[in-house]
């Protein structure tokens, strides 16, 4: 007997929930536990942010802003994008968003259709491959592997091009990785997109948080900026993850059906996070710096620990993820990360969720404090021995 479930859009329905959250909200169930499961910093946004935006509503700013977002907030993200080496013009080359995942969903529904084809650098952002899904296009991985340091190999990318594919979807730094690739590195892709005429969306939502090598913007390579979407946003670099404050930069050709959707679906963001925005963009980089120099020590102290019990582990060079290898306990990354959420209390997620390319490993945020990533190692090294004896 039909029900009124089974009316449902068959393609909505089919969508799996994100395998982040299903584990998220398991371990919210549990007392004692340990996080190294969502990426979220665990810094508040720093006071002077906040401030500016309770002083925008005690303003009175209250209204609906432009589509594209504050002027003023479009000109500060120009003037950030502009010290990568990139210029985006804020009346039509820049859209605020709520969150960076808003502008992936636009960014990925003006590009791609049915029929097209998408590249995917997997492992990959959970919510890339879905979103590709409700365009009717057909995600198609480009395998990071493991022995190459999770890097994207050029040529990799050229074994799957066909009449289809349409764009590739890139995450530098990576989640859940934590790898970052290069000028070097990115400028034999530059050159496979040219050759191929494919779109880009980048998403640079970490550029802030690189350690040993600068930031290169994908833009910036010669020929790259006409054909890119450039994704960003406050979340991880200023502590805003709350705010739901994002931004697209990109030619006005695609910028401007972009924002026309956005008109349809979201209209504008909120106000007081755009206030707030302004103020991280043009008095935060302080923040940005203390925030940045604390993950460093975190994330050598949490891949020390992790090689120490036996799960190799590289030492990532952005983000705020580590990506240990567990094929040695012989568990699958589902099996390994329910029994230690079940036996060891500590919350990591599958690698499986970020693609077939993550089975084996699993994503630890290192974005919570040395006493818990300390507390967490503890617990793994007696869940490990556990598992041994």
Known sequence: MTTLKDRLAPLAASLPPSGIR?????????????????GEPDFVTPWHIRESGLHALERGMTAYTANAGLFELRSAISRYLESFGTIYQPENEIL?????????????????GPGDEVLIAEP?????????HLTGATPVTVPLRPENGFQLDANDIRARLNSRTK?????????P??????RAQLEPIAQVLKEADLFAIVDEIYAELTYDHPHTSFPSLPGMQERTV?????????AMTGWRLGYAAAPEYILHAMLTIHQYT???????????????????????TTMVAEYDARRRLITKGLNELGLLCPLPQGAFYVFPDIRGTGLTSEQFAESLLIHGQVAVVPGNVFGDQGEGFVRCSYATSVGHIEKALERMRKFLTAGRD
């Open 167 to 175: 764009a590739i979807i890139l995450c530098n730094p990576n989640n």
């Open 96 to 112: 605020v968003t709520v969150g960076g995942s808003e502008a992936i969903d636009l960014a990925i529904r003006v590009l791609a």
């Open 230 to 238: 450039l994704i960003g946003g406050m979340s991880k670099a200023y």
């Open 266 to 288: 979201i209209l504008c963001a909120p106000v007081a996070a755009q206030v707030a925005g302004i103020e991280a963009l043009n008095r935060g980089r302080g923040d940005v």
């Open 177 to 182: 990785t934590g790898a970052v690739l290069t």
């Open 124 to 132: 990959a952002y959970v919510s890339y491959r879905p979103l590709v």
């Open 22 to 38: 299903r584990f998220f909200d398991l371990a919210s169930t549990m007392k004692d536990v340990i996080s190294l499961g969502v």
